[in-house]
């Protein structure tokens, strides 16, 4: 039983580029978390996902960031036009159903890097 | 009012020792506090986790201490091994998880 999978692993992209980061959840769930991890800080809330839907992206910057989760395939967070700013660990996690007392399990994250 | 402060942010403990992490939050819509550990390169995992009607969680040799009125909870690790040298973040949930700025914990042998 697969947990929580993401990739690329690490990720260099020159100012400008675009990012794209994917996650596939545990197998059974369909509810999908993005966060953005600074260096030395805590994982901050971007995005909360279901399948073709964005329940809640008040975490996630109204520039430049979009995430999705088609009703096939990962969930996708997309940086466009990355600033150096952006560099920074990205977890995705994932439920089998909403509320406060299930556990997100999370993957390994992303280490995205700007030159 | 959707912060959770956490501290220390570095501890360092002999082998042996009990090892204890602090937080604190403000909204009371709060309804479980989980308490991750995350090695390096790899992602937070879910160690032990305490709702708000009970007082203390113990698994193994990790306890939560939970104080409502206060609104503060703590993580206590008890004879404290290497293999638990990690960082630690507390969180809240309540819609969505929030978490603490984190502690890293190194246990010397």
């Known amino acids: 039983n697969a947990g929580v999978m993401q990739n690329p692993r690490h990720l260099v992209r020159r100012r400008g580029q675009e990012a794209r980061l994917r996650c596939s959840p545990m197998k059974g769930h369909s509810h999908v978390y993005w966060y953005r991890q600074l260096p030395e800080e805590g994982l901050k809330f971007m995005v909360y996902?279901?399948?073709?839907?964005?329940?809640?992206e008040s975490g996630m910057p109204k520039e430049r960031f979009s995430a999705e989760f088609p009703k096939e395939g990962p969930s996708i967070l997309r940086i466009q036009q990355v600033v150096r700013g952006d560099s920074a660990a990205y977890f995705c996690a994932s439920s089998p159903i909403a509320g406060s007392y299930n556990e997100q399990f999370f993957g390994p994250g992303t280490r995205l890097t700007v030159l | 009012q959707q912060q959770v402060k956490q501290s220390p942010q570095s501890l360092i403990v002999q082998k042996g020792g009990i090892s204890i992490i602090n937080c604190a939050y403000e909204n009371t819509a709060f309804d479980y506090f989980p308490w991750y550990q995350q090695f390096p390169g790899k992602g937070p995992a879910l160690l032990i986790a305490i709702r708000p009607d009970v007082s203390e969680k113990k698994e193994g040799r990790f306890t939560i201490s939970f104080n409502k009125s206060a609104k503060q909870f703590s993580l206590h690790i008890m004879d404290s091994q290497p293999g638990d040298s990690a960082t630690y973040f507390c969180a809240a949930t309540g819609s969505r998880l929030t978490f603490g700025e984190g502690t890293q914990l190194t246990v010397n042998p």
């Open positions: 996902l279901q399948k073709e839907n964005i329940i809640d």
